[in-house]
């Protein structure tokens, strides 16, 4: 054992001492707590929750309180500083650093830096200085192993402990690896929109929500938590994710699938009807039409004419009175909401509620001349029509009243028609679009929609009818938008959510060379970047991909070179050839028990059986269950708990396995001529971090049979 090893051990106990005396500490606070907050219940719960994660943070963290040090003479203060890493930074109760939050300015030396002159940014200005050492250590456990000192994180040698282990149902962090293409793109500022177009494998995700962690916590003196939200594909996506934020340090970040946000902002009841019928369409190569349509901007324009219908109808064909008192005309009211700047009131609600603020103040302003006028008008009534003077005194008593609160109630009820609620409005619109005789429309045959239930092709719709008739809906909030999965979405969807989310910045991550949906995907990232975002936005390029060993992303890059995409680039990682299987039978469970066998014997853990149809999958699923412990994924999932699953590959993206076995890659299954096909052969391929197996039958798809090497 060497003196350099022997100190460095030495500080790893001084350290995991000082964890369990903040740990102590934190469990005597915790028990006192009640004592120390009786003035306040609220703030005690508050503390409270804060101890709480402290001690789970501390105590996880024991285990590898720091993965890297660096040491920085920094020449402000001529002070040598060492800085002990981790997932989280801790202080003891004198307020002193024990270890160094990742996410703090000073770590990005770890991430970005070469040993020598360097600088980083900070809160104050930028700080220079030279970097003396940087150090990688490898504790797992709560044991001390070992140390390495590096020069660059980016090192492929250096990531193949990390990338060579095997995946469990969580998605990992990667705050020991984060390289230089992913830190520069987790540590962008809050205010600013990018968009990630990176490659299978690339860290999207990842690099998602370690910027989520990243934003939390620089920004938290002015950003609550509840101002963040992460939306996915599904709910499924949405769970797989969701362990990784708390890990990071991160709680109370909002989390949800586009059907939840559109359910939440919304604010009605409806269901969305199963997409299995669009996906069929999608695997038979059918262009769905409807969907093309219902999230294209034309329908936005369409819905745009519509709302300026309704605005009209807004107004009753009568004066504004109480009690057959008239209070003001018809066309004053309107000319009042009329001179309202859009821009400032941009949904109609917004202009209605401010014309009401303006008659409310105009009538009790001149509350004197009206209650002459009303004087006048109980005197004509009781002379001409020989009413009852005692009701005519309760009448004007009544009607006087309202005029000195402003009439506000009986406004609000003259202008009710805004309180409409939005689905019965969606209804009527999609009901009479083709009064609009719009080219367009008159080719597409619109289903009836049974109320309460609608296509997720409606979604963008009804939230952009939402907000251009009742604004963001509280919405305002929020301060940033991450979205993954983001090529399935359209110009339309990226347009309704910039509207909705007005004040938050956007991290969009995708890519296009996985998009399935080509009716309503977007077809290139300047689409949005010029209409949506005005230019007000940066994208960002990931081609290095750390999850398959090259020679499983060496087959895959053959469909990127098929379709003219660019190719990925792996990190050098070998591993086992991709072993291509031809059955003679047209059941191939028992070479899919063989191989999983096989699998389980080299350790090998998650596996997926991918198929293309949703039937498929399923009979694949009731063949083996009897055989196997194994679980099949589909639509309705929501957990994925490890093990052996069975799923289709539209489903597996953004997921990943130790093993992947495809099965019936034939010809006439994945069609090379079909684009499609191919993006969802080449998604199946690149869910695999170790071994890749391709079952077919009779004909292998023909451009896998291509021997030129790529991607390499």
């Known amino acids: 054992m060497n003196l350099e090893f022997e100190s460095e051990l030495k500080k790893f106990n001084e350290i995991i001492e000082k ?31 804060k101890v709480d994660n402290k001690i789970k943070l501390i105590t996880r963290g024991k285990l590898k309180p720091y993965f890297a040090r660096i040491d920085f003479y920094n020449n402000i203060n001529s002070i040598n500083e060492k800085c002990y890493i981790g997932k989280v930074g801790v202080m003891d109760y004198d307020n002193k650093i024990v270890t160094v939050d ?51 994180v980016s090192n492929d040698e250096l990531l193949k402990p990390y990338l060579g282990v095997n995946a469990d149902h969580r998605l990992k962090n990667i705050v020991a690896t984060i390289q230089g293409e992913q830190n520069s793109i987790i540590r962008e500022p809050l205010n600013k929109n990018i968009i ?31 101002q963040y939200i992460v939306i996915g594909p599904n709910k499924f996506f949405v769970n797989y994710i969701s362990s990784v934020l708390p890990d990071l340090d991160v709680t109370g970040i909002n989390q949800c699938d586009l059907f939840e946000l559109s359910k939440n902002y919304i604010g009605e009841d409806f269901n969305i009807n199963d997409d299995k019928e669009e996906i069929s369409k999608v695997l038979k190569g059918i262009n769905d039409n409807i969907s093309e349509f219902k999230t294209s901007m034309h329908m936005k324009n369409l819905i745009d004419n519509f709302v300026d219908e309704f605005e009209n109808k807004l107004f009753p064909n009568k004066n504004f009175e109480v009690d057959g008192f008239d209070i003001l005309s018809r066309e004053y009211v309107k000319s009042v909401y009329q001179e309202l700047n859009p821009r400032f009131h941009k949904s109609l609600k917004a202009r209605v509620d401010k014309t009401l603020l303006i008659l409310t103040k105009y009538i009790k302003d001149h509350q004197e001349s009206y209650i002459q006028r009303l004087n006048q008008y109980i005197d004509i009534k009781y002379i001409d029509e020989k009413e009852n003077l005692e009701m005519l005194r309760k009448k004007r008593e009544k009607i006087r009243e309202e005029i000195k609160s402003g009439c506000t109630s009986y406004l609000k009820t003259y202008l009710k028609k805004i309180n409409i609620k939005i689905l019965p409005l969606y209804y009527d619109f999609i009901a009479n679009i083709n009064v609009n005789k719009d080219s367009l ?16 092709n409606d979604l963008p719709a009804i939230m952009y009818m939402k907000y251009k008739i009742k604004g963001s809906n509280g919405y305002e909030k929020f301060k940033q938008v991450a979205i993954d999965e983001a090529q399935d979405y359209n110009d339309f969807t990226f347009y309704t959510l910039k509207k909705i989310f007005p004040n938050a910045s956007f991290s969009i991550y995708g890519d296009l060379a996985q998009s399935l949906y080509s009716y309503r995907s977007i077809k290139k990232w300047e689409s949005i970047m010029n209409s949506t975002f005005k230019n007000n936005v940066e994208l960002k390029i990931l081609e290095k991909s750390y999850r398959t060993t090259i020679e499983i992303m060496r087959e895959a890059n053959k469909i990127n ?57 399923q009979e694949i699923f009731n063949q083996l269950k009897t ?25 597996s993206k953004g997921l990943e396995f130790d093993a992947v076995i495809i099965n019936n890659v034939n010809e006439n299954s994945f069609n090379s001529d079909i684009d499609l096909d191919m993006k969802l052969l080449y998604v199946s391929m690149t869910r695999a971090l170790h071994e890749l197996y391709i079952i077919y039958n009779k004909n292998l798809t023909k451009v896998l049979i291509n021997e030129e090497k790529v991607g390499i």
């Not at 998602?208 to 003196?221: E, G, K, S, T």
């Not at 639509?635 to 590959?649: H, K």
Request: aromatic share 8%; net charge negative; proline share 2%.
């Open 102 to 152: 990742w996410r703090a300015p000073i770590s990005s030396l770890y991430y970005d830096s070469n040993i020598g002159n360097t600088s980083y940014n900070a809160p104050d200005g930028i700080i220079t200085g030279e970097l003396t050492l940087k150090r990688q250590y490898d504790i797992e456990n709560g044991k001390f192993i070992g140390f390495n000192d590096v020069d660059s």
């Open 196 to 226: 990630v177009q990176g490659v299978a494998g690339s860290g999207k995700t990842t690099v998602a929500l370690h910027r989520i962690a990243y934003l939390v916590y620089n920004n938290r003196d002015i950003v609550n938590n509840d």
């Open 627 to 651: 055989r196997i412990t194994l679980v099949n994924i589909n639509n309705n999932s929501q957990v994925y708990d490890g093990g052996i699953c069975t799923i289709t590959s539209h489903l």
């Open 561 to 617: 070179k098929h379709l003219n995409l660019n190719l990925a680039q792996p990190v050098i990682r070998h591993g086992k050839e991709v072993k291509y299987i031809a059955s003679q039978n047209e059941s191939n469970i028992n070479i899919i028990v063989e191989i999983i066998e096989s699998l389980y014997e080299h350790k090998l853990k998650t596996i997926a059986i991918i198929s293309k149809t949703d039937n498929e999958s």
């Open 19 to 49: 964890y369990n005396e903040v740990l102590d500490d934190s469990l005597v606070k915790l028990k006192n707590i009640d004592k120390l907050y009786q003035h306040s219940f609220e703030e005690m719960m508050i503390e409270k929750n």
């Open 441 to 456: 429309i008159e080719k597409l045959d619109f289903p009836e929609l049974v109320k309460g239930n609608l296509n997720s």
